[in-house]
Nanobody
Framework: QVQLVESGGGLVQTGGSLRLSCVASGRIFSRNVRAWFRQAPGKEREFVAGINWSDGTTAYADSVEGRFTISRDNAKNTIYLQMNSLKPEDAAVYHC?????????????????WGQGTQVTVSS
């Protein structure tokens, strides 16, 4: 089993920044990819960013490219999502997830384990 716990969400003004964290525990060593998804009310859960745990290769959704940065800390078994220049449309519950794929997939069905999520609210 794998447990994922997110933190770092909150309320921020348009143009502000937040950094999300996701700590993993359990049998995580075999999961090659970790990613961030988000889900706004009434919308589908969508891919935001992902990182290959082994080589650090990253992938981003077009909507966040250049504003968000995903990174990892191997020693802490943690991934981060640095979010800058936040917009109202970035408001959502952000979840981290793991996948056995060796490249970063964007489909949510390819991810096996999910965290409970952390709320990000952006005021205009």
């Amino acid at each position: 089993q794998v447990q994922l716990v997110e933190s770092g969400g909150g309320l921020v003004q348009t143009g502000g920044s937040l950094r999300l964290s996701c700590v993993a525990s359990g049998r995580i060593f075999s999961r090659n990819v970790r990613a961030w998804f988000r889900q706004a009310p009434g919308k589908e859960r969508e891919f935001v960013a992902g990182i290959n745990w082994s080589d650090g290769t990253t992938a981003y959704a077009d909507s966040v490219e250049g504003r968000f940065t995903i990174s990892r800390d191997n020693a802490k078994n943690t991934i981060y999502l640095q979010m800058n220049s936040l917009k109202p449309e970035d408001a959502a519950v952000y979840h981290c997830a793991t996948s056995l794929f060796t490249t970063v997939p964007t489909g949510k069905a390819t991810y096996e384990y999910w965290g409970q999520g952390t709320q990000v609210t952006v005021s205009s």
